[in-house]
């Protein structure tokens, strides 16, 4: 009776706890619906340009997001394709190479630079900067590739982890199978592990997508500026949405630039949404596909 008891009292507490997540949930994206939902439109987007002209490039957008969009998408691509090598390959060598008190060091490595705050690793970029252009006297500035290299650094933990966690799950049959029937142990990895654990590590890549896009301490020490427009090479100031959302809300000079602060939310919201939206959808697909593969027999 006593653990019946008790196993009812963790039920209920779970499930109050999930409620009042839920209801803040809620709670928040009602409020950001209620006040970006009715400047979200194509003049917050592109402002008193032509939607066509400024997408095909023939005509500035001064006054909109169009251009912290296209930030923050060329962000996101350039630091992801900067972490995702980086990040697979030391995450393949944690878990296949590395053992005993390299592995443990190597790990608490990953762990604590995966809780150093965000802030942290914006001043690293700036810190680098600065060197730079002191020391090696290099014409370079907060820019697109300093923000991009600082948010791959800041990513890179969180992929590494991930595709340890994807190799590790593979089951001992399936991981002895291939050197079983012949295989190196560099086949066996391209060819069988990796396969494998792909949809682990697409979930870990396109997770690591939405933490480039929202982050907004080191892209404001790194390079991030407002009305920069649209940049013009790597090594140029630009705009992102999370930047834009912090500067509507703190530089506001009335109720409507704080609504497009509210709206700039609502778009990044959406993106973000839609990145762990295609994240599962991968993994679903991924899933299927290796489950349709193993039950296949010629």
Excluded at 82 to 99: C, H, M, T
Excluded at 139 to 156: D, E, H, K, R
Excluded at 222 to 227: D, E, L
Aim: hydrophobic share 55%.
């Amino acid at each position: 009776m006593k653990e019946k008891g008790l196993d009812r009292l963790l039920v209920f507490y779970a499930w109050t706890a999930a409620l009042v997540l839920l209801l803040a949930v809620l709670a928040v994206f009602g409020f950001l619906l209620q006040r970006g939902l009715p400047v979200l439109n194509l003049k917050l987007i592109f402002g008193n340009a032509d939607p066509l002209a400024a997408l095909g490039g023939r005509q500035p957008v001064f006054d909109g997001l169009y251009p912290a969009i296209v930030g923050t998408l060329m962000l996101v691509v350039l630091a992801v394709t900067l972490a995702v090598p980086v990040g697979l390959g030391a995450g393949i060598y944690l878990a296949e190479y590395s053992r005993g008190r390299q592995r443990a060091l190597l790990g608490l490595f990953f762990d604590i630079l995966a809780g150093t705050p965000s802030i942290i690793v914006g001043l690293f970029g700036l810190t680098i900067t600065i060197f730079l252009h002191r020391c090696l006297s290099a014409q370079i500035q907060p820019c697109l590739l300093i923000s991009a290299l600082s948010l791959a650094f800041l990513v890179l933990p969180y992929l590494a982890r991930t595709t340890q966690a994807a190799l590790e799950e593979i089951e001992p049959a399936v991981r002895l199978t291939a050197p079983a029937l012949g295989a190196s142990r560099r086949q066996n990895l391209f060819l069988v592990l990796l396969p494998q654990a792909l949809p682990g590590i697409g979930s870990g890549i396109l997770l690591a997508i939405g933490r480039c896009a929202e982050d907004t301490a080191v892209i404001m020490l790194t390079g991030a500026v407002a009305a920069a427009g649209l940049p013009r090479s790597l090594l140029d100031h630009y705009e992102a949405l999370p930047f834009s959302i912090y500067y509507y809300s703190s530089q506001y000079a009335n109720p409507e630039e704080l609504q497009r602060g509210y709206g700039a939310a609502l778009i990044l919201l959406a993106t973000c949404a839609l990145l762990f939206i295609l994240a599962f959808v991968l993994r679903q697909l991924l899933t299927r596909s290796r489950g349709i593969a193993a039950g296949w027999r010629p």
